[in-house]
């Protein structure tokens, strides 16, 4: 089985890393500068990240009320309270997109020591988010996304036919110096590509819709707290929350609640009468995210971590592997060894193909007609496959439709001037 499909994978392998080798360069560098932006925004943005220490701080209300004087009245959508001595405290306001200016202040004495965009759950800083965006749609919105998603949707499949072909070759010592090195490197980087080949999919336009779609159909999906209860209040003409009661929210939410970690994000509810939400957002190790919903001073909802399905915690801790947060540092150095690896395999990649170009006089790397070599009853059972996973990963089908045509044209002509070329031959 190997012998006959050697060949049409190593033809395949060949073009498909050569086509996709761009993408995946890409997103690998960027990669690479994400998992290093957390020293460097804690190095830029220390003005606003941090404080002299001090054993006295003021009530989180009052920190509160002086964010919404400097935002002359705003209402904030969310509060991050620092979580250690000589942190600041962070409080969030609705902006536009997914920019939520934050205003950060001194717990010790509720002075505002600044101002700065932040993103997502994460609240990641304007630096990390600038690299983000162009690691995740390269700054071009949501066509942009198409090429990482290009990339995650063809790196395990690479990955994979470079393993089956090193695992073919049954002499290492028959591989050409670099084409060597590329194997090896392939080896070593092999786990680390598939794992960010499925966890970028996940994050995707197209594929990952229908990872949502599947996760909701097995009951993977994420449990969250419920809205609460808007009996009694006229949605259309909704009322502004009270953020003094933030401390008695914060001490309920810790005490009768049981949260306890160091990062939490509390989020005031969208009228008078409604409960807040206070969540942890610590996603290292141990991983901490459990949520309480409080009003009146009692917990009326919640959310453990514990309590999650399987998948939904595997979904959970792959994204944040993916991000470099999981296991702190050890979790960057790995994704900045894994990046740097796929760099260099592409380099080395396309330094095999520069090595046997046909102007050296190798002629075309791998012929055509390979599939003929396999049985088709295997060939069938493999399109098959292809074919579900393209319906799944649908860049990934469609791309590979695309390439396959191409080369069946490109075949045709070739073969057509062939023919027309023999007669002339043999005139001559």
């Keep these: 089985m190997s012998e006959s499909w050697r060949g049409l994978v190593l033809r395949f392998h060949f073009y498909a890393g050569v086509l996709v080798g761009p993408f995946v360069l890409v997103a690998a560098l960027t990669g690479v500068l994400y998992a290093a932006t957390p020293q460097l925004e804690s190095w830029l943005y220390s003005d606003q990240l941090r404080v002299p220490e001090s054993a006295q701080s003021v009530p989180l209300s009052q920190q509160v009320k002086a964010a919404v004087d400097a935002r002359r009245g705003d209402l904030p959508v969310a509060v991050r309270p620092a979580p250690g001595p000589g942190d600041t405290t962070r409080v969030l306001f609705a902006g536009e997109g997914d920019a939520r200016p934050t205003v950060f202040v001194d717990p010790a004495d509720a002075r505002v020591v600044g101002t700065l965009d932040t993103y997502g759950t994460s609240g990641v800083l304007p630096l990390r988010t600038t690299i983000d965006t162009v690691h995740r749609n390269l700054m071009l919105g949501e066509p942009g996304r198409l090429y990482s998603e290009l990339a995650a949707s063809w790196l395990w499949v690479v990955a994979l036919g470079g393993v089956f072909l090193w695992f073919g070759r049954r002499r290492a010592q028959r591989l050409k110096p670099t084409t060597k090195r590329h194997a090896t490197l392939g080896l070593w980087v092999l786990l680390g590509a598939l794992f960010l080949s499925a966890t970028g999919l996940t994050w995707s336009t197209y594929a990952g819709e229908n990872v949502s779609a599947l996760r909701a159909a097995l009951d993977w999906s994420t449990p969250s707290l419920g809205p609460g209860d808007h009996a009694g209040h006229d949605m259309s003409d909704p009322i502004p929350p009270a953020t003094g009661e933030i401390d008695s929210i914060v001490e309920t939410a810790r005490g009768v609640g049981g949260v306890d970690a160091a990062l939490v994000e509390v989020t005031p509810p969208a009228m008078a009468g409604m409960p807040w939400h206070v969540t942890e957002i610590e996603r290292g190790w141990p991983t901490q995210v459990d949520a309480v919903a409080v009003t009146g001073g009692a917990v009326v909802d919640e959310v453990r971590f514990d309590d999650y399905p399987f998948m939904a915690k595997l979904a959970r801790w792959g994204i944040d592997a993916h991000m470099g947060?999981?296991?702190?540092?050890?979790?960057?150095?790995?994704?900045?060894?894994?990046?740097?690896?796929?760099?260099?395999?592409?380099?080395?990649?396309?330094?095999?193909?520069?090595?046997?170009?046909?102007?050296?006089?190798?002629?075309?790397?791998?012929?055509?007609?390979?599939?003929?070599?396999?049985?088709?009853?295997?060939?069938?059972?493999?399109?098959?496959?292809?074919?579900?996973?393209?319906?799944?990963?649908?860049?990934?089908?469609?791309?590979?439709?695309?390439?396959?045509?191409?080369?069946?044209?490109?075949?045709?002509?070739?073969?057509?001037?062939?023919?027309?070329?023999?007669?002339?031959?043999?005139?001559?």
Excluded at 325 to 350: C, H, I, S
Excluded at 352 to 358: A, F, I, K, M, S
């Design 325 to 428: 947060v999981l296991f702190g540092w050890p979790n960057q150095l790995l994704l900045l060894a894994l990046g740097l690896g796929l760099v260099t395999l592409v380099v080395l990649g396309y330094r095999v193909w520069w090595l046997r170009r046909p102007t050296r006089g190798f002629g075309r790397p791998v012929p055509r007609g390979q599939w003929r070599k396999v049985p088709r009853g295997q060939l069938v059972a493999v399109l098959v496959v292809a074919a579900v996973v393209g319906w799944f990963v649908p860049l990934f089908g469609l791309s590979l439709l695309a390439f396959l045509l191409v080369d069946a044209v490109v075949g045709t002509r070739r073969g057509k001037t062939a023919s027309e070329a023999a007669p002339q031959s043999e005139t001559v």
